[in-house]
């Protein structure tokens, strides 16, 4: 793997659309907000593209990530926004990365974050996103922080509220949107848990729904080597850590043999935490310490 640089001031910071369309407004305030930091960033006016529920059609989406990827100077990439399209570009993507950079995301990036480790180990973060959460000026500079302070998660841990199942673990960190997830099962870009730390978080999914994916991880087999497991939000009608849920990991997990930590702030919230994806963490007690991120 190539060595990943952190962000300096005067940084290129590249923007990708490879899922849905976006508020543009939101976008450009976000990108004044990084450039206000020190950040200069770079992105293609096909970015505003639109076609259906995807930001433009799969040769322009994955033509847009490509040139990131593979561009010299741009030394992080960032994404406008989530929804639906990334598996898409998945078999689109270059073979090879010569200039590995800072890649963050969450929701549907999921699935291409998992790909970018599993094919060149290639640590990533599971973040916010441009237009979403960028356009706060205040969290903004944290998110900045994260990407050029090596030490940043050595100086802090994540909290849960509770334990669903007591314990002390450590493993690789892998997971994100609990639907994405369970959505990669029997394809060639499926998750790989073993010796993990597995996180999970989703928005907007019914307690049934919860339910039956959580199976589907634990009838595939997907959980038998798994560590520990970390879980984010799950916002329901307006709830970010709905109990209701909860009941449903409490009954699902309830035979899991390593700790199962509930309440993490990271997933689909105003301010989420990042989580280093492929990097190193351990469960003590209610609190989550990442040992190794991505520098």
């Given at each position: 793997m190539g060595k990943i640089r952190p962000l300096k001031k005067g940084s290129l910071i590249g923007i990708a659309a490879p899922a849905s369309p976006f508020d543009r407004?939101?976008?450009?305030?976000?990108?004044?907000?990084?450039?206000?930091?020190?950040?200069?960033?770079?992105?293609?006016?096909?970015?505003?593209?639109?076609k259906q529920y995807l930001?433009?059609?799969?040769?322009?989406?994955?033509?847009?990530?490509?040139?990131?990827?593979?561009?010299?100077?741009?030394?992080?990439?960032?994404?406008?926004?989530?929804?639906?399209?990334?598996?898409?570009?998945?078999?689109?993507?270059?073979?090879?990365?010569?200039?590995?950079?800072?890649?963050?995301?969450?929701?549907?990036?999921?699935?291409?974050?998992?790909?970018?480790?599993?094919?060149?180990?290639?640590?990533?973060?599971?973040?916010?996103?441009?237009?979403?959460?960028?356009?706060?000026?205040?969290?903004?500079?944290?998110?900045?922080?994260?990407?050029?302070?090596?030490?940043f998660f050595k100086r802090q841990s994540l909290a849960g509220t509770l334990l669903i199942r007591p314990g002390r673990s450590r493993g690789r960190l892998v997971g994100g949107c609990l639907s994405l997830v369970v959505s990669s099962l029997a394809t060639p870009y499926e998750v790989d848990t073993c010796n993990t730390l597995l996180f999970l978080e989703d928005t907007e999914e019914e307690?049934?729904?919860?339910?039956?994916?959580v199976?589907?991880?634990?009838?595939?087999g997907k959980l038998r080597m798994v560590k520990g497991i970390i879980l984010g939000s799950f916002c329901w009608k307006k709830r970010p850590f709905p109990k209701e849920i909860l009941e449903v990991f409490r009954d699902r997990l309830g035979n899991f043999q390593g700790p199962v930590l509930w309440g993490v702030p990271f997933g689909h919230l105003r301010h989420?935490?990042?989580?280093p994806y492929?990097?190193?963490?351990?469960?003590?007690?209610?609190?989550?310490?990442?040992?190794?991120?991505?520098?």
């Open positions: 407004r939101k976008f450009r305030q976000a990108i004044q907000n990084l450039c206000h930091l020190g950040f200069r960033t770079t992105f293609q006016n096909g970015i505003f593209s639109k930001a433009g059609d799969d040769k322009r989406r994955s033509r847009e990530i490509n040139r990131l990827l593979n561009n010299p100077r741009v030394e992080a990439i960032l994404f406008a926004r989530g929804g639906y399209g990334s598996v898409r570009l998945l078999p689109l993507l270059p073979k090879k990365i010569s200039n590995f950079k800072v890649i963050m995301g969450l929701s549907d990036l999921t699935i291409l974050l998992g790909y970018l480790w599993k094919r060149y180990r290639l640590p990533t973060l599971y973040g916010p996103l441009v237009a979403p959460h960028l356009k706060d000026h205040r969290y903004a500079d944290k998110v900045l922080r994260v990407l050029s302070e090596p030490d307690p049934y729904a919860v339910d039956r994916m199976t589907q991880l634990i009838q595939a989420p935490s990042i989580i492929g990097g190193v963490g351990r469960i003590e007690g209610r609190k989550l310490f990442i040992e190794k991120g991505i520098f």
